[in-house]
């Protein structure tokens, strides 16, 4: 493969696990320079961005490079500039050649368990602190205290970083099998296993294991035969006292198209949310991230951080990484009204979100129809749902008591305050209530 197609297809993993103003900033003008024996040279454009790429991506560059050629050993860094044909030209090779252990850059194939998830770099908030208290019971009795051990919550909240951090202690301290897979690469074994004729082969692999870690459930909604081959695998695994792990991003309960045999053992043991962080949290993670920088943030600038990028975790630390980008390149701290702007140019506006909408949302939610909410109907399964939305509205979005009765087949703003004060009464009884708000609440960030 040419250098060009290499690089683009390396180029193409790495956006797909960073956040936009990180990919920017640090791979804008990269390329691959050459190709020799082995080695893979990477031109980039000063002695800064390849102290970067060199500390914070060299693992995952060079498993992008591996993952396409076999024959890739080695990654070697390379100052250029563009020449007048687009081609980079070499203006120095650098001495900063890293060359890791092949388990130091694969995920290990055994038990898929990626090495940089562990506790000790898994940060400790208000929002997380309750998932992550169970699952540091669960390593001290494995398969007795919570079992299974269920967890879920938005894109970016860090479920699969605390879950494999599990499977990585219990693989470093024990000798127990782990393995750690995704709901949609368990489907394509099974697939594999069926049109190979080795169903028996497939049981028997699952079967073996002291610890099964499985992320995003909510893919097993509505495939029948998937359901069944997890439902028996489950049950042998706990009736052998196997500890199971299991990631989703809404509460089991809620998963459409679920068996109900399967939220039933999915709720077995502990099920644990981890929310939107809040400020106190996203504080905390920025200080954390920002801390081994030449230019800490200020606690102004954290303050700011936390309170103005309220997106997921991974959002916020693709900023907090480009903002300690340009504090180096800049040799200085970053004033707040720089700090501003930059947050400003380089993040999504918030999601401009129509009453219509909501209802939209909420009805399929609830597999309900979207009519039924305005009309005048009093079903129980109706008047839960429509009183969720005008809470919704009046909460989240600030729309008046009688414009969200108008807007709802026209019911009066009494209606609409009682329906919000009811929801706040039955939110401080009802955890499963409270879940599938802020479910609800997370599709509208």
Known sequence: MDNKKLWDSVLIEMELTLSKP??????????????????????????????????????????????????????????????????????????????????????????????????????????????????????????????????????????????????????????????????????????????LNKPNFFKEKYRKYDVLIMDDIQFFSGKMQLQEQLFHLFNHLYENNKQII??????????????????????????????????????????????????????????????SVTGNIRELEGIINSITCQSELKNRELSLSEVKNFVKNNTKPKKLVSAKEVVKTVAEFYNIEEQLIYDKTRKKEIIKPRQIIMYILREDFNISYPAIGEKLGGRDHTTVMHSCEKIKNDMKMDDLLIQEINQLRSIFV
């Open 22 to 195: 990180n990919f920017n900033t640090w791979f804008k003008d990269t390329s691959i320079v050459k190709q020799e024996d082995g080695a893979v040279y990477l031109g980039v454009p000063n002695t800064f961005v390849q102290d970067w790429l060199g500390s914070k991506f060299h693992n995952a560059i060079l498993k992008g490079l591996r993952n396409i050629s076999t024959n890739i050993q080695s990654l070697h860094y390379v100052i250029s500039k563009v020449g007048s044909k687009d081609k980079p030209v070499v203006e120095k090779i650098t001495q900063t050649t890293k060359e890791l252990p092949i388990a130091d850059v694969y995920i290990n194939k055994e038990d898929n368990l990626n090495p940089r998830y562990t506790f000790e770099s898994f940060i400790v908030g208000p929002f997380n602190e309750f998932a992550h208290a169970a699952s540091q019971a669960i390593i001290k009795k494995p398969g007795i205290v919570y079992n299974p051990l269920f967890i879920y919550g938005g894109t970016g909240h860090g479920k699969t970083h605390l879950i494999q951090a599990v499977g990585n202690h219990m693989k470093n301290t024990s000798n127990k099998k782990v393995f750690y897979t995704t709901s949609e690469k368990f489907s394509q074994e099974y697939v594999n296993a069926l049109q």
């Open 246 to 307: 299991f990631s989703s991003d809404k509460h089991p309960g809620l998963i459409q198209d679920l068996e109900d045999r399967l939220k039933s053992r999915f709720s077995a043991g502990m099920t644990v949310d981890i929310p939107t962080p809040d400020n106190e949290s996203r504080a905390a993670i920025t200080r954390t991230k920002s801390s081994s920088s030449q230019y800490p943030l200020s606690k102004d600038i954290v303050e700011y951080l936390a309170y």
